[in-house]
């Protein structure tokens, strides 16, 4: 079925008359859906007549979900060319690899030389060319290779990906999946079979819930006890115990949410376990403190605690030293703000300290050694810390147990640092509901989300409001989560995918 003068007009018109929203709504899904590839300009003018909303974006969004199953079909050819840029020149989601995408540019291009070819430049200028693997890249022909005016856009790609540990360092609207949206991710599970949860944070009724199994063997590393960090548009992942002897691993990953790829980089120079991993804006990202648990010569487990910090740069993909802490520590809280690291509590090797520890330290990337701040309010280790509006807030964790000198309980009280005045606030505490906050954290714009549990299996997502500075009760999520990051992905919407796939 197509779009005309007569059809499409009478189902607008007695929407319109008897003023039936919900027949409105059919109207305009009408629209969307059954178009034909040659009134893109039709369907905006009837659209606009009629008011009835957004049709553009619902034309758009159906074609990119659709786009395999039309892109390969005789009335693709004839799409208006109107209709081709916008999907192209806009972030929609397009269900096909980014090589899919170039090949039905071609194919609609060399269809009418004579009318498309005018659009050559225009519409290959849209093609997001680091989103090509290489070997694609190196499969281009002479009709794209030597145009002119795509000789940097090819060299960029090349670029991007002949050196990935830079990839962090150009996030563009060229290297980004189409259509991507921030999500919420949640990893849960265990002995490398995780799933892996996207929460869309975008009000969109298209936006689902996305689930994957996710396995995760081939790392050298057991992903559930490595540290992560987001920088730029990647994961990175850190150290953890190493899955042949479970002794602690130097291995370091990155992995790229949206072309779904791991990337095995530069491993640090000590072996961490129970350590930080602290994204530093531009500069990169800081391993600290943690155990080298080994077996040493004779065959005897080991743990040395670890003073020792380094600070990966994504341009020499090389870890560098930085000054050693005061002390060796493991579980401590690290943060990245106005141009400093700031490294708190923890577990010290000091027979003197209490344990945990409410010590605080910072260091620029520039300094040669560590501030000494003034001590948290609380001991606590295996805490969330969070830099948000130039202050550090500080959430949870585990502290002494009052009632057993060996054993920990969930720390309740919550505090905030201002780096100006070297002050420690308290707020108000979490409420012992929420069971233990955990050290996974992440912020989103003005909101500060945080993760708690009682036991392993039953986890709750918090937000901390900044102006009241408490924490409002928050949803369940799932079991055995044991990562949590923010970053933009991809997916089809399911509920246009079955429009798609249901008869017309």
Known sequence: ????????????????????????????????????????SLVLHLADQYVLGDVRSAVLSYIGNAFMHFSTRPKFLRLQFEALHDLLAEDWFIAATEWEVLQAVLRWLQHDPA?????????????????????????????????????????EARNYHNVPSQR????????????SVPYLVLYSGMDNNNVVEYRPLIADPSADIIREEVTTEFLEIAFEFAAVAVFGDCLFIAGGYSHKQWCSSPAFYSYSPHRRCWTELSVMHDPRVSHALCAADAVGLYAVAGINHHVDELGFDREIYLDTVELYNP???????????PFAVFNVGAAFCSGR????????????????????????????????LSDMLHERHSHSIVSSHDKLYVFGGLTADPADTMGFVSQLETEVYDPVADQWTSLVPVPSSFGRIHSLSVTIGEQIIL?????KEHFCLHEF????????????CGAFIHKM?????????????????SPA
């Not at 962090?168 to 259509?179: D, E, F, I, V």
């Not at 870890?319 to 802490?325: E, G, I, T």
Request: aromatic share 8%; charged share 20%; proline share 5%.
């Open 1 to 40: 079925m197509t779009v005309d003068d007569s059809n499409a007009e009478g189902v607008v018109e007695v929407a319109r008359f008897f003023h039936i929203k919900w027949l409105i709504d059919v109207a305009r899904h009408y629209l969307a859906c059954h178009l034909s590839w040659k009134n893109y």
């Open 115 to 155: 009318e498309h070819s005018v659009h050559r430049v225009s519409l290959l200028q849209l093609i997001r060319f680091p989103l090509l693997e290489p070997s694609e890249l190196d499969s281009l022909g002479t009709d794209v290779t030597e145009i002119s005016e795509l000789a940097d856009l090819i060299k």
């Open 168 to 179: 962090c360092l150009y996030p563009s609207s060229r290297t980004a999946a189409r259509g």
């Open 315 to 325: 341009r020499d993909n090389l870890w560098h030293d930085a000054p050693r802490l």
């Open 341 to 372: 690291l700031y490294v708190t509590g923890g577990i010290s090797d000091n027979p003197e300290h209490s344990v945990p520890v409410a010590h605080v330290q910072c260091c620029r990337p520039t300094d040669n050694g560590w501030t000494i």
């Open 451 to 455: 993760l708690s549990s009682f036991g």
């Open 465 to 476: 409001d900044e102006e009241n500075g408490c924490i409002a009760e928050g949803q369940p």
């Open 485 to 501: 990051a923010v970053f933009d992905a991809s997916f089809p919407s399911c509920k246009l995918q079955e429009l798609i796939s």
